[in-house]
């Protein structure tokens, strides 16, 4: 079945060329060294979505199925660390015979590293890599990366019932210049597209984007858990039908290994944004403080991730705005016994356009919670909610509320390939 989309080709081959990089990590590892896992799966769910339209009026709640086949391909390396491919299609089925009309398929896929994978003993890579298509937008707020420490920030804006493509790709390298210096350069192009635009859209104004750009580090090891550097990016983004954008940064960068299982990195600087001159729109520029934050906690059976930014979005607004976005989140997974598992996350976000006051004030909050239990090593069983909440005082944009509770199985377990 063809994955849809517009434009199909070009979606395709960033696709085929993101995961072509990512295999250089695999081919430059000596074989014998790589362990690999297949691991397929099927999930099944029933359960009540209280905004089946992601409507701020009108809405319309309903219980619904939902089936979802998925493939992750793991790769780990000799020193743990772990690459991973994964897929999945899902389809959903509303009950309610006017919900049918918001009935939706979602395509994503994932590409992401536990950490570097050395290419040489100097030299390590990390890509992470998503391609999501869906008419839900709720559900895309859900599901797309946010805190990645390789990728940009990303948007959770809700933008309706419409169909949105997003794909975001990142390739960071780390080079060991001596026993204390270690050398960064990392490359992201990010893309999102609209079409399909029904009466239930945010609004007027969605506006398909690209942004390209990239950043250069340097940082030295003061000590085994202290390390400080400078960092300079930049990125272009190209809006339809609206003025460009090109957004300069520089900072600080640091970290901190608080203990084996707690880590602290950073960085803060400043930001300028230029927006090109178009016919009846003056070149204007801004410029603001700027900065990211993230903090991972590991352990045998927790897991947790605080992270923070303040930027100009390189992500797209989805309105064709430049953006200045401050967003906050945290991820928990615990296994508090050996069968039950429980999960807590949620990123909020504050949206606002730069250079027109009243075009983008978005607010949104996304969150999922989960307690799992898993009585077999081929299957699971979950009661998961989910949240979704924004409020807009602008142009574009509508508020928007939606809540939604599953009850799931899922059936699958990993093969060793070698």
């Known amino acids: 079945m063809r994955c849809p989309g517009y434009p199909y080709s070009r979606i395709k081959g960033l696709l085929l060329l993101a995961s072509a990089i990512a295999l250089i990590q695999i081919i430059s590892t000596d074989a014998k060294a790589v362990n690999m896992d297949v691991v397929p799966s099927i999930r099944l769910e029933e359960g009540w979505d209280s905004n089946a339209f992601n409507s701020s009026d009108n809405e319309v709640s309903s219980f619904g199925t939902r089936l979802t086949p998925a493939l992750a391909l793991r790769f780990t390396s000799p020193d743990n660390v772990m690459l991973e491919f994964s897929g999945n299609y899902e389809i959903v089925r509303y009950h309610d015979s006017v919900a049918k009309e918001a009935d939706f398929e979602r ?56 169909k949105t493509e997003d794909f975001g790709g990142a390739v960071q390298f780390s080079y060991l210049a001596t026993q204390n210096v270690t050398i960064g350069v990392t490359g992201n192009y990010i ?17 398909n984007s690209t942004t390209i750009g990239g950043n250069a580090s340097v940082s030295y090891r003061f000590t085994p858990r202290t390390s400080l550097g400078i960092l300079v990016a930049g990125n272009h983004q190209t809006y339809e039908n609206s003025p460009d954008a090109d957004t300069l940064s520089g900072g600080i960068l640091f970290g901190y290994q608080f203990s084996p299982v707690l880590r602290l990195d950073g960085a803060f600087g400043w930001s300028y944004i230029r927006q090109s001159e178009a016919p009846g729109i003056p070149e204007q520029t801004s410029s603001d403080p700027s900065g990211l934050l993230n903090a991972s906690y590991t352990s045998d ?43 807590l996350s949620g990123t909020y976000q504050v949206s606002k356009s730069v250079f027109e006051a009243d075009a983008v004030n978005l607010t949104t909050l996304v969150g999922t919670a989960g307690l799992r239990y898993k009585p077999w090593e081929w299957g699971s069983l979950d009661l998961t909610g989910y949240v979704d909440r924004q409020i807009s005082d602008s142009q574009f944009g509508s508020d928007l509320n939606n809540f939604v509770a599953t009850l799931g199985i899922t059936i699958g377990k990993p093969y060793k390939v070698f």
């Open 107 to 162: 395509w994503f896929f994932r590409i992401n590293s536990t950490g570097g994978w050395a290419l040489t003993p100097t030299l390590s890579m990390i890509p992470s890599v998503f391609y999501l298509n869906t008419t839900n937008s709720s559900g895309r707020s859900q599901q797309v990366p946010s805190g990645d420490p390789v990728l940009p920030p990303v948007s959770i804006t809700n933008y309706g019932n419409t």
């Open 191 to 207: 893309e999102q597209r609209f079409s399909e635009v029904t009466d239930n859209t945010t609004g007027t104004g969605l506006t």
């Open 301 to 343: 059976t927790l897991t947790a991730s605080v992270y923070g930014s303040a930027v100009y979005s390189s992500s797209g607004s989805g309105f064709g705005q430049a953006t200045r976005q401050w967003t906050a989140g945290l991820a928990l997974n615990d296994q508090f016994t050996r069968e039950w598992f429980w999960n």
